[in-house]
């Protein structure tokens, strides 16, 4: 695609519930990034893929968490049983490579928690 | 760990004046450092990309600097205009995960409003 799609935009869930949130990175980009930011913070780096593979989930900010891709291409982020703080914009990003080169953003998909 | 630290935190400024964002960073062993600008309630556009061997980028009114050794970027912005309005992010992607990616550590913003 054109840019890095996020969906869905907006998402509000009763707390306890399971959420996925969907990205589709830039067509051809093997880095992809996920990012957390919440009211009046900076943000907060997630985890990444090099292709399929996370080498790294320790920025996940607890096992509620998980992300996966598959082919190389869609990720998902997958917060299990909700909790009011984690509500926030989540960011996708993707790059050509995994180093050195442009990161670009998708729009976000805003969680609300309530 | 990696630190950066942006200042101003915030700045008013009338339209038509040059002005100049800071980005410091604290681990000088970086790939690359970008800056980019969020509009409220938007995701991230990419401003410009400096690699760790470059010492500027210009795009139109936009001139970012580097200086790594000293852990220092600056973004220049000639001619503001009301447009411009938006938080400016700079972040640096780094070498300190054992030669791994851990992604873009990013400052907290400056919010920049240029008044009409």
């Known amino acids: 695609g054109a840019g890095v799609s996020q969906s869905p935009s907006n998402k509000v869930t009763e707390k306890g519930k399971d959420v996925e949130l969907r990205c589709d990175p830039i067509?051809?980009?093997?880095?992809l990034y996920w990012y957390r930011q919440s009211l009046g913070q900076g943000l907060e780096f997630l985890i990444y893929?090099?292709?399929?593979?996370?080498?790294?989930k320790s920025g996940l900010p607890s096992d509620r968490f998980s992300a996966e891709r598959t082919g190389g291409s869609v990720s998902t982020l997958t917060i299990q049983r909700t909790q009011q703080e984690d509500s926030a914009v989540y960011l996708c990003?993707?790059?050509?490579?995994?180093?050195?080169?442009?990161?670009?953003f998708g729009q976000g998909t805003r969680l609300t928690v309530v | 760990k990696q630190e950066v630290t942006q200042i101003p935190a915030a700045l008013s400024v009338p339209e038509g004046e040059n002005l100049v964002l800071n980005c410091s960073f604290t681990?000088?062993?970086?790939?690359?450092l970008q800056w980019f600008r969020q509009d409220p309630g938007k995701g991230l556009t990419s401003l410009l990309l400096?690699?760790?061997?470059?010492r500027e980028q210009t795009s139109g009114r936009l001139n970012a600097s580097l200086d790594k050794s000293s852990g220092r970027s600056t973004l220049y912005i000639a001619a503001s205009q009301p447009g411009d309005s938006a938080t400016y992010l700079c972040?640096?992607?780094?070498?300190?995960?054992?030669?791994?990616?851990?992604?873009?550590?990013f400052g907290k913003g400056t919010h920049l409003i240029i008044q009409p």
């Open positions: 990003a993707s790059s050509l490579w995994l180093m050195n080169t442009e990161a670009f």
């Open positions: 067509s051809g980009h093997t880095a």
């Open positions: 893929f090099q292709g399929n593979s996370a080498p790294d």
């Open positions: 681990d000088s062993a970086i790939y690359n």
């Open positions: 400096i690699q760790s061997s470059q």
């Open positions: 972040a640096v992607s780094g070498m300190y995960s054992g030669g791994g990616a851990d992604g873009l550590t």
